[in-house]
């Protein structure tokens, strides 16, 4: 698949990428991008929730009133989830939610990601640039490309601290390298720019 090279003024090039059917023209396979996407915001939790249950709740331990004869349901502990000031029943515990997913599946599953967003045409080329630290210089960016305000991921094939200081201070902007590209940020921005030089380091992925 041919694209044409935009530059940072938002205009078309003489230039022009192939990029690997095998990888950007596949039939998408929504079950793996499920289970990719899944897997990603479950990693994301802490899994620090807690609740304190009868067995690690303070307080006395005295039968509370007699087994039989009251006429009332029996009560065994004032720490009972039944009484006002009592434990919580089968409540939330510390838990890990990681779990594990074969790499083929995520490489199926990145692959989907990048497929979707060329059939949707939300994907650009950008010829290889240099920026200052500023969040204005990466505003005027996104201006020439008329993707101001709208959720726009930026790939990079090398590291390039300028253009990360340049866009962090910016909503609904996030740039990552080439390697570390998952399905979740592609399908969460809804323009994928793609930066010549990173191409190669995409290919490389699935190598």
Not at 56 to 74: H, M, V
């Amino acid at each position: 698949m041919e694209l044409v090279v935009h530059n940072i003024s938002g205009k078309e090039t003489a230039k022009k990428v192939n990029l690997n059917d095998d990888i950007f023209g596949i039939e998408p396979n929504d079950h793996a991008i499920y289970l990719d996407t899944k897997q990603y915001l479950a990693n994301q939790r802490q899994g620090t929730h807690s609740s304190k249950e009868k067995s690690a709740l303070s307080g006395s331990t005295r039968k509370i009133k007699r087994q039989k004869g009251t006429g009332t349901a029996r009560a065994g502990s004032i720490k009972s989830g039944l009484f006002r000031g009592g434990a919580r029943m089968f409540g939330p515990q510390p838990r890990d939610y990681r779990f594990k997913l074969n790499k083929k599946v995520k490489r199926l599953a990145r692959k989907s990601a990048l497929s979707y967003k060329v059939i949707d045409k939300n994907i650009m080329v950008l010829e290889d640039f240099e920026m200052e630290p500023r969040t204005k210089n990466f505003v005027e960016l996104l201006n020439n490309l008329s993707l101001t305000g709208k959720k726009t991921l930026l790939v990079v094939g090398e590291s390039k601290e300028n253009v990360y200081l340049a866009a962090r201070n910016i909503p609904k902007t996030k740039v990552v390298h080439a390697s570390a590209l998952n399905t979740y940020d592609i399908l969460n921005a809804n323009h994928l720019l793609i930066s010549e030089n990173s191409i190669a380091e995409i290919e490389k992925m699935f190598d």
